[in-house]
């Protein structure tokens, strides 16, 4: 098993990224899982943390299949599978309204007090704790890219090599500690792989 927890995954992480150390990075980190590990990354490297809100969107009957992703403006990435699968544009558009309501109510709940931090001109480095299919982390590059930063980062512990090759064209760099041949579900590499609630993620952005 690669990583213990996403403590140990995010250390590793940091390594990785000392470079970015002490030119004020803004780490995104995808709620809610790698919220805890984009703190550990803000912290070590002297840089700030906020969350970057983008949802998959399921495909019908397969939730947890992304057939895209969409971000907290509304901005949809649609993967090459929603054409492949023939999926109607009344469902991707029922679909795009249940995940915008829901990110909606994560910034409400997560920084109700102060908007998004600005990525303009920043060093960006987006992490998410493992990456299947890319649709979420390519919404998230899409979203940040909009708000002109000075590089995007993205950082992640596992994912699999034509993922990590796809995201390489996105981004400017691809920081991936594991790149598995048989890669099923992020949940596979960590021994400790449990959830993370909102409150917890509240907790991390508020202290």
Do not use: W
Request: glycine content about 6%; proline content about 7%; aromatic content about 6%.
């Amino acid at each position: 098993m690669p990583f213990k927890n996403r403590q140990s995954a995010a250390e590793q992480l940091v390594t990785s990224l000392q470079s970015y150390r002490g030119k004020n990075p803004l780490t995104l980190a995808i709620p809610r899982g790698a919220v805890p590990m984009g703190k550990i990354i803000a912290e070590k490297l002297n840089g700030d943390l906020d969350v970057i809100l983008v949802h998959k969107l399921g495909a019908p009957g397969h939730p947890e299949l992304a057939m895209g992703a969409v971000d907290e403006t509304g901005h949809v990435y649609l993967s090459p599978l929603a054409a492949e699968l023939g999926i109607n544009q009344s469902y991707i558009e029922e679909e795009v309204t249940t995940q915008l309501e829901m990110l909606r109510h994560r910034r409400q709940s997560y920084t109700p007090i102060r908007p998004p931090l600005d990525p303009k001109g920043r060093i960006v480095i987006l992490v998410d704790d493992g990456i299947a299919t890319g649709s979420t982390m390519i919404a998230a590059i899409d979203a940040v890219k909009a708000k002109q930063p000075q590089k995007i980062i993205i950082a992640t512990a596992v994912a699999p090599a034509d993922t990590v090759e796809r995201l390489r064209g996105y981004a400017d760099e691809v920081v991936c500690l594991e790149i598995p041949e048989n890669f099923y579900a992020v949940g596979q590499f960590f021994e400790d792989f449990s959830q993370v609630s909102d409150e917890e993620v509240m907790d991390l952005l508020t202290s």
